[in-house]
């Protein structure tokens, strides 16, 4: 099955997801909004999303233009195989806690622990394919999920294709618009413009 194909299907089934979670955000209030663990849960998400916005950045000033031709082992990519979906789920259990709810974040804990997995075992089989002895050593000594900041190694210089950069730029704004999103779905609450069908702790 073509990549292109397989990422698109990625693409699309974490797009629906993520209507899912709006469309659950909409019919829905935090129980936890009224007392201090609303503003406190909504800090947290901030922070987590803050770091998930620079850490892909990050990420994909390092792989513009290289994607899965080469090995790419400095920068986030030598604290961890994949630092661009550990930071994604920073931001992902940013964003639901940012609905000042458990049971938000906790929904996309889950699908994540479930799903990308596999996206991540399906990917290093193509790499292990590509650069065969090169990754074996580069997955005994980097850790798959989770970086560990002691191995960070970057070098003096590095080269960035500054169009393919721009375009990964648009990927991470929708972060910052969720926020946005987020704060105006409780204002229409506060108005009583938008009805309460679920309580959610």
Known sequence: MP???VRKQRI???RLFGLAIV???FISKSQWEDGLWGPTFFLAGAVLIGIAVTGRLWCSLYISGYKSGTLIMTGPYSMSRNPLYFFSFLGAIGIGLATETLTIPACIAVV???YYPLVIKSEEKKLAGIHKE???DYCKSTPSFFPSFKLLAEPEEYTVKPKIFRRTLLEVWWFVVLLGVIEFKEALQQANLLPTILNLY
Do not use: D, H, I, T
């Open 112 to 114: 994540f622990a479930m």
């Open 23 to 25: 469309a659950l955000l």
């Open 3 to 5: 990549r292109s194909f």
């Open 12 to 14: 699309l089934g974490s």
């Open 134 to 136: 090169a990754f074996s």
